[in-house]
Structures are given as structure tokens and as C-alpha cells.
């Protein structure tokens, strides 16, 4: 169960979505990551053990985040959660105990703002 001390840091839960700018200089559509909630959350980076079995099961997972329940937001794998400059790419999502109450993410770190 999340205790709200648990939850001290702030993400930005981000989609890619297709920009009204039509297409770039290679013909290619235009996206941008769009905010589409404020979560806030507890991390825990994965240990040794820990991020070779998320691995096996969704690639690169690297850190866990769990957050309350946003009844007006269905995340995606496609999302990520944005904090500071760090972007967690989500590989997993779970409601846990299918309660709606917390989310527990499986997330790879990329460095590319």
C-alpha cells in the first residue's frame, strides 16, 4: 500500500502524439511528447537480480515507479514518465491487485530529454 510520505517525486506521464505541423524536411510526420497527467510517485531502481528477470520479460527495464491510480488516464507502453530531465520509457504497466488505486510501472531509462 502506498503511504503519501512514499510519494515525493514528480513525473510527467508523456504520450508521442502527431503535431499539427504537418510533416518535416524528410517527409516524415511531426511528434511530440504531450503531458498528459502529473503523477507522483515512488522509485525504486531495480537490483542485479531484480532488472535480469524484468529484462527477460519486457527488454530494457532498469527502474520500477509506482504511483496512485489516475481514473482519467489509460497509460500505454507507449507513454513515459518524465522526471526533471530523466524520461522512464514504460515497458509494463499493472493495476495492482486490479483494485484501481496504485499503478506499479516497469520502465527503461533513456538519457535523451
Not at 503511504?3 to 518535416?24: I, N
Not at 507522483?40 to 496512485?68: C, D, F, I, M, P
Amino acid at each position: 500500500m502506498l503511504r503519501a510520505g512514499d510519494l515525493r517525486h514528480r513525473y510527467e506521464y508523456q504520450e508521442k502524439l502527431p503535431t499539427t505541423e504537418g510533416r518535416d524536411e524528410h517527409g516524415h510526420q511531426v511528434e511530440n511528447w504531450t503531458t498528459l497527467a502529473i503523477l507522483y510517485g515512488a522509485e525504486k531502481q531495480l537490483s542485479g537480480t531484480e532488472a535480469v528477470t524484468a529484462a527477460q520479460l519486457y527488454g530494457t527495464a532498469t527502474h520500477q515507479v509506482q504511483t496512485r491510480y489516475h481514473h482519467e488516464l489509460t497509460p500505454t507502453t507507449a507513454g513515459r514518465l518524465k522526471r526533471n530531465e530523466r524520461c522512464l520509457y514504460i515497458a509494463s504497466i499493472n493495476n495492482v491487485d486490479s483494485l484501481d488505486k496504485e499503478w506499479l510501472f516497469v520502465c527503461g531509462e533513456k538519457l535523451d530529454g
